[in-house]
């Protein structure tokens, strides 16, 4: 008889490959990567179907919450935009606010769910700032540019980057979904229903759904963002002082 894998067990997992991507070369880190970010797919989905045959039993279901982020600094509107996709693609609801100096942006789903948002939308934000910088640092065209300019390509840069990671998180969940199919009868159904839960939870809040708006003016800041975001850690990265803030 095989033995139970906890909540813990997958910590680890997940952990240890990320260990191996960040001493790795960028070849072998990709690999590595890409099979945490599939381990964190079934993980979520492995517990969403757990909890929908806990209730179906007539134990306690999980609660759908509401965990709200804030972001500031001269690029808050392009950080908005970036992670509200990111929310999006893991089956989350997302609504937000915006000011002169901050934005926030509030994500609902149920408890495990925004769990492993927080964990990894924090984890991105570190990210992003070093990819940022990096990529920066090489950009050939920065001297030429208006201050303005400048800013635009970087906020560009950080559009792709969150669609990379998009496209990413989309393709993991779409392969364990699949896998769960295969192999749980009437999984399909039992996530189609919980997604539905939550967006009639979120359509009860009478939230007015309005997608937060970008724009594109730099392809080659796009691009390079974009293959970035692909590339991206999904674990914790701890950074130098250097990088613990997106500059202007």
Do not use: C
């Amino acid at each position: 008889m095989t033995s139970r894998i906890t909540h813990d067990d997958w910590a680890r997992k997940i952990a240890a490959l990320l260990t191996k991507a960040e001493s790795a070369s960028p070849e072998e880190a990709e690999a590595f990567t890409e099979q945490a970010m599939r381990l964190m797919a079934k993980f979520n989905i492995d517990q969403s179907l757990l909890d929908m045959r806990r209730a179906a039993a007539g134990g306690k279901p999980e609660s759908i919450i509401k965990y709200t982020f804030r972001f500031k600094g001269t690029y808050h509107r392009a950080l908005l935009y970036t992670f509200e996709g990111v929310a999006k693609a893991l089956g989350l609801q997302a609504s937000f606010s915006r000011y002169s100096n901050e934005s926030t942006l509030h994500i609902y789903g149920f408890e495990s769910d925004v769990a492993q948002a927080k964990l990894l939308i924090t984890s991105l934000q570190l990210q992003l700032v070093v990819a940022l910088d990096s990529w920066w640092k090489t950009y050939a065209y920065k001297s030429w540019l208006s201050a303005m300019e400048k800013f635009k390509a970087r906020r560009t840069f950080m559009f792709g980057f969150g669609e990379g990671v998009e496209s990413r998180i989309y393709a993991s969940r779409k392969l364990a979904t699949a896998e769960a199919e295969s192999t749980t009868p009437g999984a399909g159904l039992m996530l189609r229903d919980r997604a539905s839960q939550l967006e009639q939870y979120y359509k009860s809040l009478g939230v007015r759904a309005v997608k937060v708006k970008q724009e594109m003016t730099d392809a080659d800041a796009y691009l390079n963002g974009y293959e970035s975001g692909e590339r991206a850690d999904t674990g914790e990265k701890k950074l130098s002082p250097q990088h613990k803030a997106i500059e202007a």
